[in-house]
């Protein structure tokens, strides 16, 4: 959500960006003036590890995720609406990989310097693919509430179009959450020009509007249902009659699994995001407190590495995610075998021809 920042360096763009008396020229003849240049900005170096990691993360995301939607693409099984809705948690996480960690590596190095509106759009990709994450981990407990304490409304509220229009209106709502600072609600830019987080975005934003109101609220509301649907399929269990407990049992297993499945995908989104906002609230309510910079950088990359993880999460807990990321794989196999098999064979053919 937000990017590693040179504590020592801001201190120094903050002294060097504090303007000198308006008046000072009338004091000094101007021929008197020194005529040397001014010293160039200071070099921002970027952190290697940081850029390797975050690298490394958006790779994994990047493709993980986009396994993810193929898998639903291709099998028709996995075609439901919970799974719609978790392949705009997956497009939310596409998008973090390929766009908002290189954003986030540019602004490391205060890239773009003296461009106030493009720093705080990259600045707030993150912020509004992170939000699409969320309201998509809510849809999908709140179509898991449905379908257990609703389910004979359950085919009439849960349909592909209503999900699709659920699907449109949380983006809608995540990007104009994440636009909030491109709107006005934000610091005064350093003379330095320089696109750090701490010194553009406003942590009064991050902290009671982004965090306790768009963040923390939707998350608590999530525990609170899945805690409601473990308590409620546990009672199912115990009320089965043993005639009908074969039967009846296994549906209540497969639901319970699949509560359970969900679950923890929004237990490591919290685990994730969690450490990064409270970092958030320290700074803004201990402003001159001082915060490890490697503390600060493990933060932000436990954030970003969320977004590659579900996609394993699915394959350890959900068979027909497994199977159908199998198939993916021994397809493309398949494939390459005979691509190398057909340009082996035509290399053959062509080296057997006579001169």
């Known amino acids: 959500m937000e990017n590693s920042t040179r504590w020592p360096d801001l201190q120094t763009f903050q002294q060097n960006s504090s303007s000198s008396d308006p008046f000072s020229s009338f004091l000094v003849p101007l021929q008197d003036l020194p005529t040397s240049p001014a010293p160039p900005p200071p070099v921002i170096s970027p952190n290697m590890p940081y850029m390797a990691a975050e690298l490394i993360i958006a790779f994994l995301s990047t493709a993980g995720n986009s396994l993810v939607c193929a898998a639903v693409g291709l099998n028709r099984k996995l075609r439901t609406v919970t799974n719609y809705f978790l392949v705009s948690l997956a497009v939310a996480d596409i998008c973090v990989g390929a766009i908002a960690i290189p954003c986030a590596i540019l602004t490391d190095v205060g890239l773009p310097r003296h461009n106030l509106y493009l720093c705080l759009l990259m600045l707030s990709v993150l912020i509004m693919f992170t939000q699409s994450s969320i309201f998509s981990l809510l849809a999908v407990a709140v179509e898991r509430y449905v379908a257990i304490f609703m389910p004979f409304r359950y085919q009439v509220l849960m349909t592909s179009r209503n999900a699709v229009l659920v699907i449109l209106a949380t983006w809608l709502l995540?990007?104009?959450i994440g636009l909030v600072p491109l709107m006005g609600w934000h610091k005064t830019p350093p003379d330095s020009g320089y696109c750090f987080f701490v010194l553009v975005v406003d942590m009064t934003y991050m902290v009671y509007f982004n965090f306790f109101a768009c963040v923390l609220a939707p998350l608590l509301f999530m525990f609170f249902i899945y805690a409601k649907i473990f308590v409620t399929v546990k009672q199912q269990v115990r009320r089965i009659a043993p005639e009908r407990q074969s039967r009846d049992a296994a549906s209540v297993r497969r639901e319970m699994k699949?509560?359970?499945?969900?679950?923890?995908?929004?237990?490591?989104?919290?685990?994730?995001?969690?450490?990064?906002?409270?970092?958030?609230?320290?700074?803004?309510?201990?402003?001159?407190?001082?915060?490890?910079?490697?503390?600060?950088?493990?933060?932000?990359?436990?954030?970003?590495?969320n977004s590659a993880v579900n996609p394993f999460l699915y394959a350890y807990t959900m068979t027909a995610f497994r199977d159908t990321f199998k198939a993916i794989f021994l397809c493309c196999t398949t494939l390459g075998n005979r691509g190398a098999l057909n340009r082996s064979s035509s290399g053959a053919d062509t080296s057997s021809r006579p001169e």
């Open 258 to 305: 699949m509560a359970t499945s969900l679950f923890l995908v929004v237990f490591l989104f919290t685990v994730c995001w969690i450490p990064l906002h409270v970092i958030n609230c320290f700074l803004l309510l201990c402003p001159h407190c001082h915060v490890p910079l490697e503390l600060l950088l493990t933060a932000i990359i436990l954030s970003h590495a």
């Open 174 to 176: 995540a990007f104009l």
